[in-house]
């Protein structure tokens, strides 16, 4: 039986590890830059590093295996990122194996929003429930679906890329090449984008909009709403397509809640039946940044179960 | 080991039933008028009377249970329609018990859309893969989610109502509050509103429209570019968020499909990166009327299996 499992996110920025217990305790954690500019090999030997620093010390059959949470479009099963902005150069490269290979360890390689999802379902605002959505309002917009405890992957791994639903037909462009994708109407991004058009003022952040906001300032206000409605558009589809008990919300945009969510839920109440009828919450996530390392070590304890 | 299954597509206008083997071959059938105005409990009494002539001859044991399609909201755990445009005498009245307690008989209330979906899956165009998403293109537009060979209830059963998708937030209204639903953009409805918007003729029907574009008409042509371009933002959506390989539609508008599909395949196409990067296709269903009545019938099989 497995005592521990160790979950890594490896972001564009930063590079953390953690050893978790089964029963969800932190038992150790590192944290580092993702040091992007010494090359994919460098970046490598940091997570290797990492892991083994948590391994040290606890006998090596207490170990369920290493989770590792990474942004962009994974290929599951092969363990390869596919498209990725943030790690570009990892992309079409086998990570998984790579560090399997130097570990001798099993690894999981996991999107970082299916990841937090997992979190969020294992020890944080989903624990109580089967099936959530959560959605991470950064830079970008993530998503992770967890049905029955598990991440939903569809084909390939592909699943849950709800930043690029189309909430409005003629809407902003998007590098994807959709109009209208939901993160170019209430991301980070976008709420810069907007304080941009309503000439708040040069280089403004979308941490900046907020506290205009906080400060009373109308056009503030207004790009918040705005966004909020975009992700009402959102969340109302996803509440009719699957009738799950709970949606998330997580990420840096978070903090703004008070002055997005107004919107949002007039917005998904008006265009949901469901939404309506049947008991359904949105809501904040509560494990911050911390939701994709736990997910990301939970993936292992999970793929041993037999039980779930 | 049961040997066969009975299924029963309870419709508005049409009630059919059928007795089907494990292996997928039609044992013998009913069918007739839904005799609304006389009553729900002679609508019940009619259903009893189909499966009771089904079950005659063949011996007790042998029956794996009974699957009945309708079509609206559905209770999947209570067995009860929560709402129905087409049946609404039996909003809210327990139906699954009322058959079973008559019939001495397992019986499973699945929504029409979704018991489509599992005859697709089950041996029709979806049978060689684990995930589909079926749309039914009619008077309105359902949806059935098969994920992992099941299909996907949600929290209460109301999963799947693809046809109230937004896919043009200030479109056209609907009954349930929204506005620009696919199902006002896309159904045999859809067409017939546009028709009437381009002064195609008074109570020019779906079919008429798509004579008149089968005959050049460019007027009808743009109706069903319209009718794809909506489908195309919707499947777009559903390819972001489930990554499956399979995306189909059946139902009374699909003869126009030369004339739809185009525009809808160009518009998933440009808005959805996973369409264009990963294995995707998006086809007709192949077992028109019958696949509601096979995938009834299917559920009680598929309940009983240990394998599945």
Redesign the interface.
Known sequence: MAEYSIGVDLGGTNLRAAAISAGGVVLDKTSGSTKLSEGRDAVIGDIVNSIEALKRGRPQDSLAGVGIGVPG?ILIEKGII??SNNLPEFEGFPVRDAIEARLGTRVILENDANAAAMGEKWIGAGRDVD?LVLLTLGTGIG?G?I?NGRV???????????G??????NGNPCG????GCLEKHASATAVEAMAQMLHLGEGVTSKDVYEMAMAGNEKAKMIFEAMG?ALG?AL???V??????LYLLSGGMLPAWEFFAPTMIEETR?????Y?????RIDKAVLGNEAGLFGAAYLPLQANSSVL
């Open positions: 479009f596919v498209g099936h998503g679906i049905l939903v992957h569809g084909y390939v791994g592909m699943a849950g890329e709800i690029h639903m189309t909430v409005d037909p994807c090449g959709n109009f409605r558009v109302a589809n996803l009719n397509i699957f009738n799950f008990p008006k265009r949901s039946f469901t309506r009828n049947a008991a359904t």
